[in-house]
């Protein structure tokens, strides 16, 4: 073998791995700003329902002329944030369409409507909250929120230390892998999510959302297609991470 062919094969294989050295991210750009938290030896405790299910945890249907403030009896005073899955409601902060998180006190919510003939079907999260709450209306299309830095396909879009909260949206990049502590639930509106539940793979399909019972938990989840949209709700200090 001659000095000038190896020299050539030494040169095309160090531009070889050059080009590969710039396609991979490293991992500082591949995990965000932090590396992933580790695995907890507790499961997150992921359920999994459809849009409609009345068995379901904090969830509840509001019918034409139905007053918000029949399902939250005996909370009032309390601070609480609705995450509406679908249909329509009317309130002073104007229309919330599917996706959309509104938080306030119960005893303001009882001035909101549905005005389809449709039922409004929402989710809640009460919040211990021992300061005013203002009225935030949080539209799952806003402009307002911001994307976190070096993690692909995930915007907060409103972090609300006031009430110990942050509103999430998740998507669409196709196979992203984040990795989350903090999260309490999460409503997909296209698309799918798988969601590692300990040994467990759990799908959460378009029009189903899911519980997560120990937000302390570290929750893998990944976008199962490029249409994934997701909106969920997690503590204002949740820690976000690329798997």
Same mark, same amino acid.
């Given at each position: 073998?001659?000095?000038?062919?190896?020299?050539?094969r030494?040169?095309?294989?160090r531009?070889?791995?050059?080009?590969l050295a710039?396609? %991979?991210p490293?991992?500082?750009?591949r995990r965000g700003?932090?590396p992933?938290?580790?695995?907890?030896?507790?499961?997150p405790?992921?359920?999994v329902?459809?849009?409609?299910d009345?068995?379901?945890?904090?969830?509840?249907?509001i019918?034409?002329?139905?007053e918000a403030?029949d399902f939250l009896e005996g909370?009032?005073g309390t *601070?609480? #944030?609705?995450?509406?899955l679908?249909?329509h409601?009317?309130?002073?902060q104007g229309?919330l369409s599917g996706?959309?998180?509104?938080?306030?006190?119960?005893?303001?919510l009882? *001035?909101?409507?549905?005005?389809?003939?449709e039922?409004?079907l929402?989710?809640?999260?009460? %919040? $211990?909250?021992k300061v005013?709450?203002?009225t935030?209306h949080i539209?799952r299309?806003?402009?307002t929120?911001t994307a976190v830095?070096?993690?692909?396909?995930?915007r907060?879009?409103?972090?609300?230390?006031?009430?110990?909260?942050?509103?999430?949206?998740?998507?669409?990049?196709?196979?992203a892998?984040?990795?989350?502590k903090?999260?309490?639930?999460?409503?997909?509106? $296209?698309?799918r999510?798988?969601a590692?539940d300990g040994?467990?793979?759990?799908?959460?399909? #378009?029009? $189903?959302? #899911?519980?997560?019972?120990?937000?302390?938990?570290?929750?893998?989840l990944?976008?199962?297609?490029?249409s994934a949209? *997701?909106v *969920?709700?997690?503590?204002?200090?949740?820690?976000?991470?690329l $798997?």
């Open positions: 073998m001659s000095r000038f062919f190896w020299k050539e030494r040169s095309d294989k531009l070889k791995d050059a080009v710039k396609e %991979i490293r991992d500082d750009d700003p932090a992933p938290p580790p695995r907890t030896a507790h499961a405790g992921v359920s329902h459809r849009f409609g009345e068995a379901a945890p904090n969830c509840r249907r019918n034409s002329g139905e403030g909370n009032k *601070a609480v #944030a609705l995450l509406l679908q249909g409601l009317e309130g002073a229309v996706g959309d998180v509104l938080v306030s006190t119960a005893s303001e009882q *001035a909101l409507r549905n005005p389809g003939v039922p409004a929402l989710t809640f999260v009460e %919040i $211990s909250s005013p709450v203002r935030h539209r299309d806003g402009l929120g830095p070096g993690i692909t396909g995930l907060t879009l409103a972090r609300l230390p006031e009430v110990g909260l942050a509103v999430l949206r998740l998507g669409p990049p196709p196979g892998r984040w990795v989350f903090g999260v309490t639930a999460i409503a997909v509106f $296209s698309g999510l798988a590692f040994d467990d793979v759990k799908e959460i399909r #378009a029009l $189903s959302f #899911a519980r997560v019972a120990d937000p302390t938990a570290t929750l893998y990944e976008a199962g297609n490029d949209l *997701a *969920a709700f997690a503590a204002d200090s949740f820690v976000a991470a $798997s």
